[in-house]
């Protein structure tokens, strides 16, 4: 792949940067449908904006030669890649993924638009995991949710059982369950991939501490001395947004989004009650707790869950 620096762009690259802005907005279909008119009057509106925003463009140098452009911008919870253009000369050697992967990294959700009919494009963008989310006339745009991602770039391949004392691992949980069990790191987990909710959650405290995303781990626990069941899960918050990421529990892998915490506690709690038979969300508890040490039984783990903050939902 070709060296490249990345350098802010100044006023001397206004040309350059209307030229690129030009051929990336004119698709050919708009081409034959604009009069010599009407593609002068958006050329003048491409010079203009350019002008006077171009210090937020960013040009692309491969030695010392100018072979790209992009701009990327702030957009509704992560950022918009508005425009990145590439002289033909330099498309195809993996210049252009390598520049989406360094956008991937400074942004939680990297939006990018394209032409409908710009199939090839649209390839490109599916193959580095975007998704479309929604269509405007004849363009579409595109996201990359890194958070959305982890389900399956990280944790997709992780199958369900535990570790037990002996190193061994298991898939049926029985009567000796909470004496044989033992917490798995977040590391352990990535060797292993074989794990319950309390050891993915390990693994989601560590991947989202590093992301630098605000989040909070809770346990339910249904105890009526007859049943012991719990379940972990992690939420986060994202502007004004709260966040369930689930993997673990397969009915509702995914991220879902509520306007509130209380709402969506509410509805982790609700969907768990619906598990167990005739069950009593009175009996029900929820608690917010901090990472445990890794390799202690459950007994312990719930131990340790139950003496963090109890959660109270009205």
């Avoid at 991937?104 to 990297?110: A, C, R």
């Amino acid at each position: 792949m070709l060296k490249y620096e990345i350098k802010n762009a100044k006023e001397k690259d206004i040309d350059i940067l209307s030229s690129m802005r030009l051929v990336t907005m004119l698709n050919e279909e708009m081409d034959r449908g604009l009069s010599p008119l009407e593609k002068n009057k958006v050329h003048q509106q491409i010079v203009q904006d350019v002008s006077v925003h171009f210090e937020d463009y960013q040009l692309v140098y491969s030695n010392h030669k100018v072979v790209g452009a992009f701009l990327l911008v702030p957009y509704l919870d992560g950022k918009m890649l508005d425009m990145l253009f590439l002289f033909d000369e330099y498309r195809r050697q993996g210049l252009g993924t390598s520049l989406i992967h360094t956008f991937k990294e400074q942004t939680n959700k990297l939006y990018v638009w394209c032409y409908k009919k710009q199939k090839e494009l649209i390839s490109f963008f599916k193959k580095l995991g975007f998704v479309m989310t929604v269509e405007q006339g004849s363009r579409v745009i595109y996201v990359y949710d890194c958070i959305s991602s982890l389900l399956e770039d990280v944790m997709g391949n992780i199958k369900v059982g535990y570790k037990c004392k002996d190193g061994s691992f298991r898939i049926t949980i029985d009567e000796h369950f909470s004496d044989i069990y033992r917490l798995q790191s977040a590391s352990d987990l990535q060797e292993s991939y074989i794990g319950l909710c309390f050891d993915q959650v390990e693994l989601e405290r560590k991947l989202f501490s590093a992301m630098k995303v605000s989040f909070r781990t809770y346990l339910l626990l249904y105890d009526d001395k007859k049943l012991n069941k719990g379940h972990t899960f992690l939420v986060f918050k994202d502007k004004e947004k709260y966040y369930w990421f689930e993997h673990a529990w397969f009915s509702y892998k995914g991220v879902h989004a509520y306007s509130s915490k209380e709402e969506l506690l509410q509805d982790v709690m609700q969907h768990f009650i619906e598990t167990i038979p005739n069950g009593n969300i009175n009996l029900l508890q929820l608690y917010q707790y901090d990472k445990p040490r890794s390799g202690i039984s459950f007994t312990r783990f719930l131990s340790n869950a139950i003496n963090g903050k109890r959660v109270k939902v009205r």
